[in-house]
Structures are given as structure tokens and as C-alpha cells.
């Protein structure tokens, strides 16, 4: 491996002699020539991908300092001035990502602040973008409202372990975090995080992709719009109910996790929906839209708030037992991909070529941010083929409906582990559309049964499923559904008309509609037209990884013959 040396010392690490190389991408090591027998032919070669370290720190000069992740403070050392501490990454069996610490010991102060100094110099020509200061929201309010404390034991010190700044906002209510958005002053900073659960993410993303919207001159009222992309990336430190939008892009629910690919700025592009009414945008989805059993689960589990997760559990045998059907319309757009479809067995993972492929830009960022131990990205092989893509046509479905749902994302969570859309995909520009047809209630839990188990649950005749770039969904009377067959009304609506609708369905409690769970949130107007938007914004994550497949630790080691001279 033919590597510019930066820099080569004879450093030791738990007491033991090492030839020690920084190279532009890499620290490595191996047993020093000088300390083992000639006889021996075989060395273990280790290293750590620069990509990988987070800092590395002189230990006088952090003694004192609490540990990353630990109430314990660092124990003083007398040999603390001849030591340095590379603080990496490593990942256990279940793909949590931790802080691995190697204190390497030098034989005088100046080659100890020579190693550190030109190991922050790599870490900013590393090429990956890393965040330097950060604005934080922190809802006290989700989840089991622990967001403070998650924020304080394992992200703050992580963040100032990486010398980067924060301004710390506690939302103080709803839509606090979407207005800060909206209106304060955001050139300080490279990126913005939120401590809580899909709500909260959503409040941001809604703020920012408006205020971009209004800034670049774009009507974001008119549905055939294209959004412009912000230039700010999002990140999530999990602390909701349900955190659907962490476990997609992380493959776990783990707040270091989070932390650490927030530090590390690695980067995902992930498509967005925006959500109208006519020509009034009603908001922007990050994840997920449920019209019927999800839409009622959601409106119900409000007023249960106090019972924290649980609720959605409550509302749901609640609404099961209800088992109702609503009578609609649906039309979509087909995504055209011949070769890729929602039951096809594919799993989104890091290095998906269905997402890369529609991103040149998220490329760079993922390859950055790829694991040294994988060396780069190994694009799936049913994904490396050419793809027969058309614009795909319009089809449209009209009938009763026990639920219709649309995931822009596999929705995985505690309930549902491989999630209501297993093969979707973050980037492809694309969302999966479920119909469920008016079953019986025995059949509704066979097909929930399926869901909570993994097992297949579109398999059913009164379940069809799609892969769309756009639908729109229209509410009907019983009446309407007799003459079905008409062609669909035009969507013509302005504010005053959205207001109208709005009014109409309150008034009567129309009990022929159900509400859009839109990423959680009561949409109580029915019909909306929706368009998704590839890769519409960026967040700071790794994207899921197979866990079967990880490494247990970020730093490697080799079985290498004996070669001196290839390091020197
Ligand atoms: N101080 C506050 N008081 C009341 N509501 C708040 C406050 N801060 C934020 N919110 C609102 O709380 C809602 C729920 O937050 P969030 O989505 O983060 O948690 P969750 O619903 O428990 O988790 P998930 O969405 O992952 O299921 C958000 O829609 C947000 O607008």
C-alpha cells in the first residue's frame, strides 16, 4: 500500500514499542522493529481511518477534564506531558458506534505535540465537512421527556471533546423550533440538531426548507414547484417516542451514535414530501403519511400524551376494535424503475446504489464517510446493473379504505421492526403507497400480526402497494363511490378554499373522513396532493449497516509479512 508519510515515530501504546505512521488517511502501527525477535515473520498491522478520529489531544493539556461519555474525571499522570490521546471510533456487535481512546506514549514533549498538531492538521484535509458550530434544540417535552439529560451525558461532551460550538435553544412549546427557523439569524452556523423525536425533526426541516423557499424567491404554495435544497444539515440525537427517522438513517436508536456521525459530519441526502391542499402548502413530511387506522390512532393518542409511548398501544386497540373504512380516491404517479419495487426484498444500506445513483454530490459525502474497515463503499449487486427507468403512469385506485399509507422511509420501530415499507428507499425520490382495502377485522389483524412480526404483511388480497413519485389522495361520500369512475375533481383550491374545507369537516365531524397522520402530526383536511422531492435536504448520519456484517472496532489489524520499508 503505497501511503505520503506524514509523520513516523517509535511511540508505545499500552507499554508496548510501536512503529507508528500517520499518513494522509490513516494512523497505523505495528510491533516495533527494534522490540521483536528477527525470527518472527509475521506482524499485526493496525490502523485507524483519519475519517475516523475525532481529535486527538495532548493529555496535560486535558487533565481534569471529564471523560467523553463518563461522570469520572480524567486521572492526572505524571508521564501526562509525554502522552497523547487519539479519541476514535469503534462499533460494538449491535452497530452502536462508541468513542475508542489510544493513549500513545512518546519519548519527549515535542514529538508528543508534533503527533497532535499534525493529526488535527489531517482531520480538516480529510475532506469530510465537519461541523464547527451548531445551533441545538432540545424538546423537553418528547418521548419520556429525558431530551436534557440524553443532551448533557452523551452528546455535550462529545461535541466539546470536538471543539464545537453550540447555542443551546429548550423549545418551549410547539412550533418554537420551526419558528426559530423561520425567522433568527442562521449565518453563524453549519448545522442544526434536535434533541427529540420525529416531531421535532420535522418542526426543523418544516422551518428551514420554508425559509429557503422564501429566500431563493421559490412559491412553495404551488405544488408543481421544485423546492431548492438548504445548505444547512440536520441532525437528530434520538429522545422521541418512536425516533422512525434516527433508526432509518442510523440503523440504531442510540444517542452517542448519533453524536458521534454528527461530529465525524457524515451526510445523507433524504427525500422530502411536500403535502398541499389545492395551492396552499399544508407542510413538508420527512417520514411518513397514514390516512385512516393511522390517522384515527394518531388524532386519538393526543389526548393520552401522559401515558408517554404507550399511548400509540392504547389508541390503536382502541381504533382496531373501531375497524372503520373510509371511502377515497387515489391517483399516483408510478416511480418507473422496472428493476426496483416495494416488495422486492432490498434493504436501503450504506452505499445503496438506488439512492447514489440519484445524487453525484451525495456521493462524495458517503464515500468520506465510509468505513475503514470496508475500505469503501460496496454498491449492492443487484444495483451495479443498468436500470430500466421510464417517467412511469398514472394510475388510480378507487374504493373503501381500512388505511392508506405513504413511507418515505422503512418507518422501523419498536412495533413494527422491519417497518410498514421494508424496501424503501431514503434517497430514491420516491415514496411506497399502501391501500388497504375495507377487510373484515380479523383480516386488519392478520395484516397488523404480519406487520409486527416482520412477516410479509402486502400479502393479502385487500392489500395492493406502489412505489410512487407523487399521488393525491380525494375523500368521497358513499354516494360518490356508487357513480365511481367519474373522473377526479380539480384541485383548484386557494387559502380561502383550503379554510373552507377545513370548517366543513369540523363542522359536520363528518365521520365519512378520517385525518392524515402526517409524520405525526393531525392533518385534518382530506384531501391533499403530494410530490416527493429527491434528496431534498442533507442530515448528518451514516446511513443503516447490516449489522451482521460489522466489525466489532473501527481499528484494524492485518496479518502483514514482515516489511519494514513499505512504512518508512
Ligand atoms: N415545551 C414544549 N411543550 C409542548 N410541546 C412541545 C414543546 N416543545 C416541543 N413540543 C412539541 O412536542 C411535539 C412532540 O415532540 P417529539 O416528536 O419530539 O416527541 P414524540 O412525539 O414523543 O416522539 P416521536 O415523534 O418520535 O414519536 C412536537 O410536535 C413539538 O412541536
Redo the contacts with the bound molecule.
Sequence with gaps: MAEDVVLFSVLKLAGKPLDVTLSSRTISWVASASSTAETREVHHYHFVKMSKVITAVVDSENAGDKNPGSAKPRKLDNHDDLTFTVHCIRRNSQGKWRVRELKFECSDQETCRRWVAHIKERIVKQGNVRPQNLLVFI?????KKEAGSIYDTHTAPLFSLAGIKTTVI????????RDVMLKRDLTEFDGVVCV????????VVNGLLVRTQQEGGVDYNDPDTTPQCPLMRIGVIP??????IVCDTTGVTDPVTSTLQIVLGCSLGLDICSVHSGHQLLRYTVSFMGYGFLGDVLKDSESHRWMG?HRYDFSGFKKYFGNKAYAGEVTFLTSGDEDHHPQDKTKCRVGCAVCLRRSDSQTSDVFECLDSSTGGPDLQDDNKSLVKENNGSWKKVTGSFCAVNAALVSGCNRLAPNGIAPSSHLGNGCLDLLLVHKCSRFNFLRHLIRLGNSGNHFNFDFVEVHRVKEFTFKSLTSQDLKSAGNPAGESTSNTSLVKQRQSRYQATGDSNTSTWNLD??VGDIPDINVHVHCQLIKIFAYGREDVKSLNASCCMSRNRTKNKSAWR
Design positions: 424538546n423537553p417535552y418528547g418521548g429548550y423549545t418551549e412549546a410547539k412550533n418554537h423550533a427529540g423525536g420525529d416531531g421535532t425533526f420535522a418542526e429522545a422521541g417516542s418512536t425516533d422512525v409511548p405525526g402530526e
